[in-house]
């Protein structure tokens, strides 16, 4: 019997040898033969929610019935990405065209840039991400036609797109070229005098800009001349038929092809568009924008941004009093320059040299470096009142006498390095980051104030640049003016939403509130103030500063101390810039942590410090001042018209005597992807009420017109008595903004604040925190140095191989198991043990193992059921102030997108406004949707839609309410996705 035995043994060892052997051969066959699934295209809707463009946008439709406009259709979509492969075949073996490259391999942004790296030898393909989300990654590439295929064969879970002329433009971009008031179903449109695009030179491209200008403009002259409704529409000049430059100008800036229609001169739309493609369709053009001109857009105002201490009668600048007035820092303005001759500037030791060298004198008083672009003066005003605001200091001796109040800057004892980038009109033409910052930065400025935009809400080439330079440069912080496009008298619009300009990440984008005793008084923003949120959904503008009826330095040749009044968010944008020297000096002479000064103490911060202490300040406004033309329009924080609300450097940092918050600070804090960085803080007794922690960081730049711009995400937290706070005011992490904030009621022992980096593109990410309240900082101080004191590494819930083997979107990791508890048992929990009962995956689907969240771990056990069903939902009628409460038949969970309808009453020209609210089984709020109609304020019915950043659980009921105004609330419906991603509608009907 035991012979038996051990030859059966022995047979079946062998058999299992030979089954590995096999195994082992068919796994190397396996990864030696590329996959037959590869994807040269993309759907029109993938593709559009990776980027938005004038291809693949719903609104394009309209332009169906153009031979030349955008496609309309799936099929006519992959109709022109193939026909794009073929161009691009065509164009020989060494000119490369753009691509789009997608990877949806199961991991991380960092994980995909270099599974794309090893598999397509794409070695800083990171630098030019387009999207990263959980479940996909995509960037744009350089690449010839050959290298395009077969990067495309190397895995089935890698997309490679090219790019044609209308994946290159936005819908917005494209139609905002046509004028105010266009309408496509009018026969023979015509734009006049606002058709304006650039094409956007491909980085890395060798020839000379000259030599794609000649290219670009041949090829417009032959589309000119061949395109019907171009040379035969439009109207003669001087007796003969137009030609292209009777009407266009092609002219090059940078990387810029600008492409303008000339002043006075009429042009068919359909031969715009055709202009547009030709521009386009080059295989050195990356992308083409909008290009509207770029335009520009103090006594009490300090007092209310050093915090309103005092009273109207004994009104206190505490950080003045305290000696922070800017001292050894330098603020770099772009504008239409500056008056030196003013008393606010003058040096009796002479003046820079004003001109093209960029020489720097740190001897000066006040200007140390004046780069005239331009020329050598302000003819405007606009520069000198901006510069006035920042910085300005009423010189001593013969010829310095104000009469009148004397309206010093808010950082009087700074310097400043001018970038003269206009002459006497609204128009200026400022550089790009590099060589404007750069030429800034040898004169030690850290600070770039531009209260200048071109009213274009979207993600633009400058706003990359600037990001860019701010990633690469922490140290450097630039502050932008958001527009004055808020509202207009004008026109008797008001409340105009998606209107902010200059929205890169990394900028500090300025709102303007009132001035003291100014309308409804400094807790309102102004009617003309831009509004967000930005084109791609972020939070912008992010704070406020006095902006309406600001006095400041008046402009002029000779010598004056004269003062005048502007209103503008260019006027708020200057005053945020000079508070950002004053903090700078609180840091760097060392106020921080005891509100003294200690020399000891002192050290550098970094850029995005110094802007989360400034979005930590900020104080809640209460409304939009409509300036009696309209009704006060609502506010609330981290909305579209506040951002994190109006500055107070006296909330920002904490300043003995004077402050009535303790403020701790972490700077450089770095963490590896799917790391995490946790503080926990006690909490002791003061005079303030609130405890406000927020995290901000330099993200890297993004991708022109990217619809998630977002490239490394890190999510903030706070646990406050067992519970967990997201940050602006959400109910969920938020996947947009790389600011964030946390604000609630003081009152715990103890909190805990936490920094997961969740997705990154890079191999790390450097951020700060801010806390403010009655912190205790008497055990430790904090870290302002490049490690967090803690770092807590969770367990990978998977591994990812070269070669992925699945791309779901929902997955659970088999061989996670708790051991610890269970051993006398001989139990685990496992994903499979949590589902085996209601009440455990309720305990553990929200707790953390090793710091990562079990329902990331569980995914299929935790995920929330998502229930399709139907319910009777007549049109209903809410009068102003009235709530109507609709209870589901079952919970919906798993929510993450709402759509509805609100129709105006038609015997009314005001404004109406209106919630849809989600809300659970006991009427507790989950999530809000406001929209509005009315009258000379909007359309009479608006169709509105709403995608969550985080899905909602719970949903039992629905409310209805009117808010402003009565009005009539239809069509609601939430859509909710099941385990694996597919969508379920859930109508009201």
Same mark, same amino acid.
């Given at each position: ?146 290298? $395009? ?15 044609? $002329? ?28 606002? %058709? ?80 547009v493609a030709s521009l386009a369709e080059h295989p050195f053009v990356c992308n ?161 104030? $531009? ?154 911060p970094t850029g995005y410090l110094i802007k989360a202490a400034i979005l930590n ?145 890079? %191999? ?52 996670? $198991? ?14 499979k043990y949590f589902g085996e009962k209601k009440w455990r995956k309720k305990k ?146």
């Amino acid at each position: 019997q035991n012979t038996k035995q051990e030859t059966a043994l022995k047979s079946i060892s062998i058999q299992r040898m030979q089954l590995f052997a096999a195994i082992r051969i068919l796994a190397v066959a396996l990864v030696a033969a590329p996959f037959t699934r590869a994807s040269d295209s993309l759907s029109i809707e993938l593709h559009n929610s990776i980027i938005h463009t004038a291809a693949t946008s719903v609104e394009s439709s309209q332009y169906s019935d153009v031979s030349v406009g955008p496609s309309s259709t799936d099929e006519s979509f992959a109709d022109d990405l193939q026909k794009q492969w073929k161009a691009n075949e065509g164009l020989g073996d060494d000119v490369a065209a753009p691509y789009l490259v997608c990877d949806f391999t199961a991991g991380t942004g960092r994980s995909r840039v270099e599974h794309i790296n090893s598999l397509c030898d794409l070695p800083d393909i990171g630098d030019h991400s387009v999207q990263n989300l959980p479940d996909r990654t995509c960037v744009n590439a350089q690449l010839l036609y050959a290298d $395009a295929k077969k990067c495309a064969a190397k895995s089935e879970f890698i997309a490679v797109v090219p790019h044609t $002329a209308w994946t290159k433009i936005s819908y917005e971009a494209l139609t905002a070229g046509f004028g105010d008031g266009f309408n496509t179903t009018m026969p023979n449109q015509v734009a006049i005098e606002t %058709a304006r695009y650039a094409g956007i030179i491909c980085p890395g491209d060798s020839e000379s800009i000259k030599t794609r200008r000649s290219e670009a403009k041949n090829a417009l002259m032959r589309d000119f001349k061949s395109t019907e409704k171009c040379a035969a529409t439009v109207p003669s000049v001087r007796g003969y038929m137009a030609k292209f430059g009777d009407i266009f100008t092609l002219t090059f800036e940078n990387s810029r092809l600008k492409l303008h229609q000339k002043d006075g001169v009429f042009v068919n739309y359909e031969c715009l568009m055709a202009l547009v493609a030709s521009l386009a369709e080059h295989p050195f053009v990356c992308n083409v924008e909008h290009d509207p001109p770029v335009v520009l857009f103090n006594d009490n105002a300090r007092w209310i941004m050093q915090g309103n201490v005092g009273s109207n009668s004994n009104k206190k600048l505490p950080f003045h009093d305290a000696g922070i007035k800017g001292f050894g820092q330098t603020v770099q303005m772009s504008d239409t320059g500056l008056s030196v001759q003013s008393c606010y500037f003058y040096d009796s030791n002479g003046e820079v040299v004003r001109d093209k060298s960029a020489t720097v004198d740190r001897s000066k008083r006040k200007v140390v470096q004046y780069y005239a672009k331009s020329d050598q003066y302000d003819d405007n005003g606009h520069g000198t009142h901006c510069a006035g605001t920042i910085l300005g200091e009423i010189c001593t001796g013969t010829g310095c006498t104000v009469n009148g109040v004397n309206r010093d800057g808010s950082a009087p004892e700074a310097k400043i390095a001018v970038y003269d980038i206009g002459g006497s009109g609204p128009g200026v033409s400022p550089d790009d980051a590099d060589p404007m910052f750069v030429r800034g930065m040898s004169a030690f400025a850290t600070v770039h104030s $531009a209260s200048w935009g071109n009213g274009d809400n979207s993600y633009q080439t400058r706003d990359r640049k600037n990001d860019k330079f701010q990633y690469d440069n922490p140290s450097f912080l630039v502050v932008f003016a958001a527009g004055n496009s808020g509202g207009s008298k004008n026109s008797g619009r008001y409340n105009i939403k998606n209107t902010s300009s200059g929205v890169a990440k990394n900028n500090l984008n300025v709102c303007a509130t009132n001035n003291h005793e100014v309308g409804l008084g400094q807790s309102y923003t102004a009617y003309f103030s831009s509004m967000g949120p930005s084109q791609d959904g972020r939070m912008k503008p992010d704070i406020c500063a006095p902006g309406m009826k600001i006095s400041s330095a008046k402009n002029s040749r000779g010598r004056t101390c004269s003062s005048q009044t502007y209103s503008g968010t260019s006027m708020a944008c200057p005053g945020v810039a000079g508070s950002a020297l004053l903090l700078r000096q609180f840091f760097m002479e060392g106020f921080y942590p005891t509100g003294t000064k200690n020399s000891a103490d002192s050290f550098t911060p970094t850029g995005y410090l110094i802007k989360a202490a400034i979005l930590n300040s900020g104080r809640a406004v209460l409304g939009r001042d409509n300036d009696g033309e309209a009704d006060m329009f609502p506010s609330t924080p981290y909305d579209e018209s506040q951002g994190f609300g109006l500055i107070s450097l006296i909330d920002a940092v904490y300043l003995n005597g004077e402050s009535k918050a303790k403020v701790l600070v972490w700077d450089q804090v770095e963490l590896e992807n799917g790391k995490m960085w946790e503080e926990t803080i006690t909490i002791g007794s003061c005079d303030t009420q609130q405890t406000s922690v927020t995290m901000t960081y330099f993200d890297k730049e993004g991708a022109v017109g990217c619809s998630t711009c977002m490239t490394n995400r890190l999510d903030l937290t706070v646990m406050n008595n067992g519970q967990t706070l997201y940050p602006n005011g959400k109910t969920g992490h938020d996947t947009k903004n790389n600011v964030q904030r946390v604000r609630f009621e003081t009152g715990n022992d103890s909190i805990t604040v936490r920094v997961h980096a969740k997705n990154l593109i890079t %191999a790390s990410q450097k951020f700060a925190v801010v806390v403010s309240g009655c912190v205790d900082s008497g055990s430790r101080h904090p870290a302002h140095s490049p490690g967090p004191s803690k770092i807590s590494s969770p367990a990978p819930s998977k591994s990812i191989s070269q070669t992925p083997t699945a791309a779901p979107t929902c997955f659970e990791d088999p061989n996670f $198991a708790i051991t610890r508890g269970f051993k006398k048992k001989q139990l685990k929990r496992t994903c499979k043990y949590f589902g085996e009962k209601k009440w455990r995956k309720k305990k553990w689907c929200n707790k953390r193992y090793r710091g990562q969240l079990i329902s990331e771990i569980c995914c299929v056990t935790c995920a929330p059921e998502c229930t399709q069903q139907e319910i009777l939902m007549k049109e209903y009628y809410a009068r102003s102030g009235q709530t109507i409460t609709t209870n589901l038949p079952a919970v919906i969970n798993n929510v993450q997108q709402v759509r509805g309808t609100l129709r105006c009453t038609y015997t009314t020209n005001h404004y109406v406004s209106g919630d849809f609210i989600l809300q659970d089984a006991s009427g507790n709020q989950l999530y809000k949707m406001n929209f509005h109609c009315g009258g000379q304020h909007g359309t009479d019915v608006t169709k509105s839609s709403e995608v969550f950043d985080m899905p909602v659980d719970g949903v039992k009921m629905v409310s209805y309410k009117s808010s402003w105004n009565s009005g009539y609330y239809s069509d609601f419906m939430a859509i909710c996705t099941d385990v694996n991603g597919k969508e379920i509608e859930v109508p009201l009907k």
